[in-house]
């Protein structure tokens, strides 16, 4: 039996992975009274308690819980985006490297990964790292995000508006998104990529696009190579697949709710070579592979259960 402390439960992430781990009999989930949950003593008694603490905290409030944990036991998954670039810290996309799982399961301190980056750095960096996209590529990721990505404030906001909301709101309009460095260092690129973010007038689900002009690459491929080589990558039994290379004008799966409420990614490659372009697609739940499924299938490598115990139901936001 493990026990897990879900600091911050209350909140969007925190309250689905409390659903997913709910009736699991592997784990034993500690529980702050909601009219303690600022009390620090009774905050620092459980994160030194547990097995495993899952923080779902603004990044401050997460740097802080690290700190109060004394002993050398503890194990974290930070949901945050406070250690996802710290030397220090694992990142938790356990399908980035063949080796990334493993190192997962010997971590103390992992850093679940941000909705947006996970899908530019699974379009990415299976290209980069077999040498077809050159690291200094000047790479544009656009993706569009349900605005429960937002936080409470968003989600109020967004379901007081209903089908007056703004159908579709880019913004990060100064380029310094918070979750570019994270995207940099685990794509494998040289430089930040253009990111352009925007929020859809729906609850939760991303979809996200890489632009390539396939001139531009280190060798010549073709959309069929590049589809190939990202399956190659993932295979096709685990959370991330491939979607068969098929030629099309537009395709009804290639909607950013279509995988909600799992720990699913799906991956998607269309190329006209005649022009010399591709597009690179992920679709995937942002409260989902983007957050709270990341965080227990990271939980459950670290405590050595199957990977997709609690991933197998629809979780709705």
Not at 69 to 81: C, E, F, L, P, Q
Not at 216 to 243: K, Q
Not at 261 to 280: I, P, T
Request: net charge negative.
């Amino acid at each position: 039996m493990t026990t897990v402390f879900i600091d911050g439960e209350a909140g969007t992430t925190g309250l689905q992975i409390r659903q997913r781990l709910a009736g699991r009999s592997d784990v034993s989930l500690l529980a702050i009274d909601a009219d303690r949950r600022k009390d620090e003593a009774a905050r620092r008694e459980l994160l030194n308690a547990a097995d495993v603490v899952i923080l779902c905290l603004p990044d401050a409030a997460a740097r802080a819980a690290v700190a109060m944990i004394g002993n050398k036991t503890t194990r974290v998954i930070d949901a945050s985006t406070a250690h996802r670039t710290a030397p220090d810290w694992v990142y938790g996309f356990a399908e980035m490297t063949p080796e990334q799982a493993e190192k997962i399961a010997q971590a103390r301190f992992v850093a679940n990964p941000g909705c947006y980056p996970q899908g530019l750095i699974a379009l990415v960096r299976p290209l980069v790292a077999a040498g077809i996209l050159p690291a200094d590529y000047p790479l544009v990721y656009n993706a569009v995000s349900g605005y429960s990505g937002g936080g409470r404030q968003m989600i109020e906001a967004y379901e007081a508006a209903g089908a007056q909301a703004n159908p579709f709101l880019p913004y990060g309009l100064t380029f310094a998104h918070k979750h570019l460095p994270e995207m940099t260092l685990y794509s494998g690129l040289a430089d930040d990529p253009l990111f352009a973010p925007a929020v859809g007038n729906y609850a939760q689900g991303m979809l996200g696009t890489v632009p390539v002009f396939l001139d531009r690459l280190a060798r010549p491929v073709t959309g069929a190579d590049l589809a190939a080589c990202l399956a190659e990558h993932f295979g096709d039994d685990g959370f991330v697949t491939v979607a068969p290379y098929e030629p099309a004008d537009r395709r009804a799966d290639l909607d950013p709710q279509a995988l909600n409420g799992s720990n699913a990614m799906r991956l998607h490659v269309f190329a006209n070579e005649e022009r010399g372009q591709a597009l690179l697609a992920a679709v995937y739940d942002n409260l989902g592979k983007g957050a709270s499924g990341a965080a227990v299938q990271n939980l459950n490598i670290m405590i050595g259960a199957d990977e997709a115990t609690g991933l197998d139901l629809p979780i709705a936001a």
